[in-house]
């Protein structure tokens, strides 16, 4: 496979940061790091802050924490214009699924509506950050998440894919789109 997906924090309770003392947002932060690091044998550099509100403690606690990267939807919060820095934000344009909060379930986005998106924020930005979450990629029935892969799921996002490289744009981790020379 000659494409990457990069693990990220979402945080570990998935409460809003905004809600949360500097030291709360820290320890949360920390615990959602170690348990990647625990399954994954990596620490990610790049956070995703839960509902995408993040405020200057959330900065300073990743940056304290050898954080990188921050990324949310750009609906929230506009980015800063991008420069050459130790700590970047890049916002996420588009997403494969949506979450249906009443139902608590993540409902599949279309390949059309995802790939628009990516080339709307391509236009805007230079770069699209594609918001994926594992749980779409589960059966999901009768309310809840089973331990079985979403086959059709999974071949949607293949052919995202494919579709993304077939126009053209490379795919690269978050951590490498500032240093990416189109």
């Given at each position: ?133 594992p749980h779409e990629f589960s059966t999901y029935a009768d309310g809840f998440y089973e331990n079985k ?34």
């Amino acid at each position: 496979i000659d494409y990457t997906l990069e693990p990220v924090n979402h945080s570990w309770i998935h409460r809003v940061m905004t809600t949360m003392k500097k030291d709360a947002q820290a320890d949360d932060i920390k615990k959602s790091n170690q348990k990647i690091y625990d399954v994954l044998g990596l620490r990610p550099v790049t956070f995703i802050p839960p509902e995408n509100l993040f405020n200057n403690d959330t900065i300073s606690v990743l940056k304290e924490n050898n954080f990188t990267h921050i990324s949310y939807h750009a609906a929230t919060v506009q980015p800063p214009p991008f420069k050459k820095s130790s700590f970047y934000e890049f916002p996420a344009a588009t997403q494969t699924s949506v979450l249906q909060r009443q139902e608590s379930f993540w409902q599949a986005q279309s390949i059309d509506k995802t790939f628009e998106g990516i080339q709307d924020s391509e236009f805007n930005y230079g770069y699209a950050v594609v918001m994926i979450h594992p749980h779409e990629f589960s059966t999901y029935a009768d309310g809840f998440y089973e331990n079985k892969v979403n086959q059709t799921q999974l071949q949607q996002l293949s052919l995202l894919i494919d579709r993304v490289k077939a126009e053209g744009y490379k795919i690269v981790p978050i951590g490498e789109i500032e240093s990416y020379d189109k």
